[in-house]
């Protein structure tokens, strides 16, 4: 049998520093990689917009409108690179039209229907709408449920991008009308609304401007759920090994429309949120 020479004990120990050594070593390595669980909150500014998936009388010509979202986050590291985040917002939506545009659900429409007949028009429903000349801003509030695939990259300085969908619950609507104008039946704004004089249907005066300051409760016209997805940039800075800060940029669409009834059109929510956050490592 041969003999253990020295140079063979010195080779087998120097072997077994090693990998005692990179054993050691190799969970830090591993818990590195792996993003630590983080909680946090956030605060920004929404511009939102009401998009039209159709040609409307009730839907076009809608201009974005600014709000505010806040919400709580959760994010559970799935890699160095690669993380999952969940969220809970608060976010306002809606849009702005100025202009001639119809208008229903008013008492006037409901006089007028029972004498147009004896004057050989037609009656005015919602697909043949009054209109007149004011300002009308849907607000829409909606409780939304992100969750989103976040890819980051860098240390002190992290950049990341993020894409997921979200489902949203419609918490309130409300459609806030301004202004004075008369009625018209026709959206030019050339064929004013006349009332008969007395119980004389044969004499008609022009209707004089009326006041269209209102609110209403828009909520049972909407649906409640609303699906979509989030895509969005952001960077995070370290404070110190616990606590992080980020400002995040994303856009969010979407995909159902937002109304019950297909005849005041097929409108779609979105719009793009900045936003300053906060999030702490509990892992």
Known sequence: MNKIKPIQIALFVSLLIFQTNFAQEQPSENTDAVTPIK???KVGYSLGKLTNSETNIYTEDYESVSGIDWGFTAEFGLTKLISIQTEINFTERGGKRTGTQPITGNALSEQLNLFLPFLGLPLITD??????????ESELKYLEFPVLVKFGWGNDFRFY????????????????????????YDAEGTNSVYVPIGDDLTQLVELPAQSLNAETNTKEDLKTVNFGGIAGIGVIKKINDKSEIYLDARASYGFNSIQIKEDYGKSHIGGVIISLGYVYKIQ
Request: with cysteine; hydrophobic share 35%.
């Open 39 to 41: 909680i946090g909150a």
């Open 127 to 136: 697909a043949n709408p009054l209109y007149a000349e004011f300002e009308s």
């Open 161 to 184: 991008g993020e894409v997921g969908p979200y489902v949203g619950i419609l918490l309130c609507a409300t459609q806030h009308t301004s202004g004075s104008s008369k009625f018209y």
